[in-house]
């Protein structure tokens, strides 16, 4: 959190920009000057609730989806075809992905909102009020189907990526070094 945020916020606020280059040296400098060091963690409780839930529901409905196509007794019994299962291991890192941004979708709309606000705190509850009050419930969802799309494939790689660095190289050289 104590980089995450700040990042989450400088990538928000280089989005709303409208100069032709983003200098994050400038921006952080600007944010600290205006907003103080407590500045570059604006939103972070969204954040917190955005994520907890969202990474959560990802993990689970990853190890979820590959016992439903029984991946890892597959590969205890010896039954292990490589090719098929990186691709149902990406199909279930890619709906695990999706499940969770349908999840905290809503959240990372308000989270987006508060860091877009310069030079003071907004609380969720007002966010959540204004942006309700302005156009309803559907306004915490525009923009989640190409999330949606995207997400299917960043995390169809991300996990089934993750497993193969981690089977080839950190597990093996830990057997080897014991």
């Not at 989005?15 to 103080?36: C, D, P, W």
């Not at 570059?40 to 979820?64: H, Q, T």
């Not at 609380?123 to 309803?136: D, Q």
């Not at 080839?168 to 080897?176: C, I």
Request: aromatic share 16%; with cysteine; proline share 4%.
């Amino acid at each position: 959190m104590v980089v995450y945020n700040p990042v989450e916020l400088l990538k928000v606020r280089a989005q709303m920009s409208r100069a032709e280059s983003f200098k994050y040296r400038t921006a952080v400098s600007k944010l600290i000057q205006n907003e103080g060091y407590w500045g570059l963690y604006k939103g972070s409780l969204a954040l917190m609730i955005r994520d907890i839930p969202g990474w959560g529901v990802y993990f689970y409905a990853y190890e979820f989806l590959k016992r439903q196509f029984n991946l890892p007794e597959a590969k205890k019994n010896g039954t292990d075809n490589s090719k098929l299962n990186m691709a149902i291991k990406f199909w279930c890192g890619g709906v695990a992905g999706q499940t969770s941004w349908l999840i905290s979708y809503p959240f990372d709309i308000i989270k987006t909102k508060i860091q877009c606000v310069e030079d003071r705190h907004v609380p969720i509850r007002e966010v959540i009020k204004t942006l309700y009050a302005r156009e309803g419930a559907k306004t915490f969802f525009k923009g989640l189907s190409p999330t949606l799309l995207r997400s299917f494939f960043t995390n169809g790689a991300t996990m089934p990526a993750f497993e193969y660095i981690n089977d080839r190289f950190v597990y093996k050289t830990k057997a080897t070094t014991s």
